[in-house]
């Protein structure tokens, strides 16, 4: 049992270290190279994490082979074009100008049901708004419009919208967030003014309470008990 505990702690540490070279980065956004070694690492852990009568040196010797390898891969294409070009490929155009780049979608096995598919998840029904639909190396569709049909921003309608600033926590289910009332220069007499604004008479009934920095409250109370 204390063997198999063992070899569990250390496999899971060096994995979590060795992944933690990529970046925080989730499964779908990894270039296809950090996928495969994820794949190849989780691979080569779960033998020696079942198998006891293999020493725990031969599965760590190829994880430490496989991260070496990443990083020379990674540190090589940093400073050269072609080898990052040939590891991690090429972003592909496939709608330009509001047409479509049937040899891109080819050579990337994207079918138009795929490529309609991404649009209308990123709110985009109509091909000709498209001034450049883009296929990242990790697998993304990235929607640039023409400008004239982008949203208009407040900017360009010479708006000048108030920033309330990040909002800070002070109830959290319940709980009273005494350093975040100091962070905002809160007492308990505002606190109190609050509770009874929103028609509580104590902290214990309130789910969510936040301040911004321009003194916007946020309220949910909480269910009332069956």
């Known amino acids: 049992m204390a063997i198999a505990f063992t070899r569990s702690v250390v496999l899971y540490l060096l994995i979590v270290m060795g992944l933690r070279f990529m970046g925080k980065r989730q499964i779908g956004e990894l270039e296809l190279s950090e996928l495969v070694l994820a794949l190849l690492i989780a691979d080569l852990a779960a033998v020696p994490m079942q198998d006891f009568g293999i020493p725990l040196l031969n599965g760590l010797i190829p994880i430490f082979t ?12 940093m400073k050269s074009v072609r080898i990052r070009s040939f590891v991690f490929g090429k972003p592909s155009i496939l709608v330009e100008k509001g047409r479509l780049i049937r040899e891109e979608m080819r050579k990337n096995r994207v079918t138009i049901d795929e490529l309609c598919e991404e649009l209308r998840l990123q709110g985009v029904t109509d091909l000709s708004t498209i001034q450049y639909a883009i296929l990242e190396t990790n697998g993304k569709l990235s929607v640039l419009l023409f400008p004239s049909k982008k949203p208009a921003s407040a900017e360009l309608q010479n708006l000048k919208p108030e920033d309330p600033g990040l909002p800070v ?13 100091q962070l905002r220069a809160l007492d308990k007499n505002w606190l109190d003014d ?7 008479s104590s902290v214990d009934d309130v789910f969510l309470l936040s301040v911004d920095e321009s003194g916007g409250t946020y309220f949910i109370g909480k269910e009332p008990k069956p």
Do not use: C, E, K
């Not at 496989?66 to 294409?77: E, K, Q, Y």
């Not at 926590?169 to 009332?181: A, V």
């Open 194 to 200: 609050r509770l009874l604004q929103y028609g509580v």
């Open 66 to 77: 496989l991260l070496a390898l990443t990083m020379v891969i990674s540190v090589l294409s």
């Open 169 to 181: 926590i002070i109830i959290n289910d319940g709980r009273l967030l005494r350093n975040n009332m």
